[in-house]
């Protein structure tokens, strides 16, 4: 007899005893009876916390490529296992309603709102209406809440669970949105990582907005406290009051490999601080806390199939994920959920028939793409070819063969409009010596990594559509959605002036909803209402397309 997902979840949070942590690897998968583990812990608590992390298009292939990195580099046996690896729960499929390949703004929406949706949306179902999300209801059911990212703070994934438009790039609408100007209210305690352009008005330079509003001005004056630097970040206390909200650069964060410390924070400081101030905050409240913490760079990075970047980040991102499980290793209140929306870059290790990957070729390199192509771009026309022969590819990429093509492959893709043909020409060159190969610079359909730490979590094991992810964090924070949807009703998501466009919908597989099909009821009246959030509804039959 197969049970449903909710059904479990409900149980296990309703105060079903947790096996012991060693046991849990041996679980049975959800969907499949089994005997109950024995009683020999006591009932989740009524007051918990619950951290999801996102490590933005990071797939399996990336953590192999991590991995064997460090066990190569390191010297570790073959048995060595990262932070992540060992808290790998299963994975998680990552479609959209219009879209069999996700990005990352409806990849983050069937998280925060348990709901699919249309590439681009933010924090609204294809009908384009806002649907409220777990952050917001446990915000109004008493949580203190938080978001972390090294993207821009407006960006798609920390976007989608305190904001609602009907197109990712409605950024400056978002920036309002989060800091208060919505029909909720404050909803975000704490913010940590980048974007500042979109608070800042038109009139400053740097600024990303298209109008004269200040943003960052009426953070101040809807309560949030504000800092932009490393040096106030580090003043922090676990007795900071909330709201506030830092932001440390104009766009994005620097790449882990181009961090300056002193400067930016990495995503474990910020993790570590957040949750020190997290804990301390609500010490002496009736509900504890939810925050989102997003690895954004790894993505970046796959989409200029630049490995050495991307391996940085993702190391970067064990760091953070170590620090989490030792939180709660010390809090037995909370548990931690982590998965991908989607992954990025089509990543293979092994090129061309051969055998055979290096690592070693991406320990010299010491700089991004992303900056080489930068400082490319700044160099006069009549010097690129010296800079890239003598400087770029030698010294940043460690490269001691230089060769002519690989130069004119630099120098021509530089000379190109915009920065991307450079970045995925850089890029090339470490995957080539390293075998490394990438069959797109966008997102692909692969399944991604699930992962699950702390009692609460027992269940969430196997292979999961992502609307399940969804449903288990709503379910874990014993929070209702639809009261949020329905103040939510006349929420703004347009940003006056910004034209956008819907993408005509791809092949999308159907679930079969006969009533003649031997799946459970419950499992069939779960998967009609997933295809209700669908556009065109079907209803029967097998497998359609449009």
């Given amino acids: 007899m197969k049970v449903s997902l909710l059904s479990v979840v409900s149980l296990v949070i309703a ?25 020999r812990c006591k009932p989740l608590a009524r007051k918990r916390n619950l951290i999801m992390m996102v490590s933005d298009g990071f797939g399996i292939a990336s953590e192999t490529m991590a991995r064997d990195y460090v066990q190569q580099m390191e010297g570790k046996p073959y048995e060595w296992v990262s932070a992540l690896d060992e808290l790998l729960v299963g994975t998680s499929r990552t479609k959209s309603t219009d879209s069999l390949v996700t990005d990352s703004a409806a990849g983050a929406t069937v998280f925060s709102c348990g709901k699919k949706s249309y590439n681009g949306a933010i924090g609204v179902t294809p009908d384009e209406k806002p649907c409220g999300t777990v952050l917001e209801a446990a915000k109004l059911k008493g949580y203190t809440t938080a978001l972390i990212s090294t993207s821009r703070i407006t960006h798609a994934t920390p976007a989608s669970f305190a904001a609602h438009v009907v197109h990712r790039d409605m950024e400056g609408l978002i920036a309002q949105q989060l800091i208060g100007n919505n029909t909720i209210g404050n909803k975000v305690d704490l913010i940590f990582g980048g974007g500042l352009c979109q608070f800042w008005p038109n009139t400053t330079k740097g600024s990303c907005r298209t109008d004269t509003l200040d943003a960052w001005a009426l953070a101040k004056e809807n309560g949030y406290s504000t800092f932009e630097t490393r040096a106030a970040f580090d003043a922090l206390t676990p007795q900071t009051k909330l709201p506030t909200v830092g932001l440390f650069t104009p766009s994005h964060m620097s790449y882990e490999i181009d961090r300056n410390p002193s400067l930016e924070p990495s995503l474990a400081e910020m993790t570590v601080k957040a949750l020190e101030i997290l804990s301390e905050n609500t010490k002496h409240t009736s509900q504890g806390f939810f925050i989102m913490i997003e690895g954004a760079r790894i993505d970046h990075a796959g989409h200029d199939n630049d490995p050495a970047t991307h391996l940085r980040d993702i190391v970067q991102y064990w760091e953070t994920v170590a620090a989490v499980r030792r939180f709660v290793d010390k809090n037995g209140d909370t548990a931690m959920v982590g998965t991908s929306d989607h992954e990025t870059g089509g990543l293979a290790l092994g090129t061309e028939g051969e055998y055979l990957w290096y690592p070693q070729h991406l320990k010299p390199v010491k700089k991004s793409a992303e900056v080489i192509c930068r400082e490319l771009s700044k160099i006069p026309v009549n010097e690129r070819d010296g800079f890239v022969r003598n400087t770029v590819i ?46 797109t610079d966008g997102h692909s359909a692969v399944d991604v990594g699930l992962y699950a730490y702390g009692r609460g979590t027992e269940k969430l094991r196997g292979n999961y559509d992502n609307t399940q992810v969804g449903e ?15 103040r939510l009703s006349n929420q703004l998501t347009e940003q006056p002036g910004f034209k956008w466009a819907r993408e005509p919908p791809s092949v999308v597989t159907r679930r079969n909803v006969n009533t003649q099909s031997t799946e459970s009821a419950a499992a069939a009246a779960y998967h009609a209402q997933i295809d209700s959030y669908h556009p065109l509804h079907y209803k029967g039959g097998h497998s359609h397309s449009h």
């Fill in 15 to 39: 105060g079903a005893c947790a096996a012991p942590q060693a046991e849990v690897n041996s679980a049975p998968r959800v969907g499949h009876t089994a005997a109950s583990p024995p009683k």
């Fill in 394 to 439: 030698p010294s940043y990429l460690g490269v001691s063969n230089v060769t002519d093509a690989g130069v004119a492959s630099v120098l021509s893709a530089a000379a190109a409009t915009g920065s991307t043909k450079c970045k995925l020409a850089v890029g090339l060159i470490v995957s080539r010596l390293a075998h490394i190969s990438w069959s």
């Fill in 472 to 486: 288990f964090l709503r379910d874990y924070m014993q929070v209702d959605l639809a009261p949020v949807t329905r």
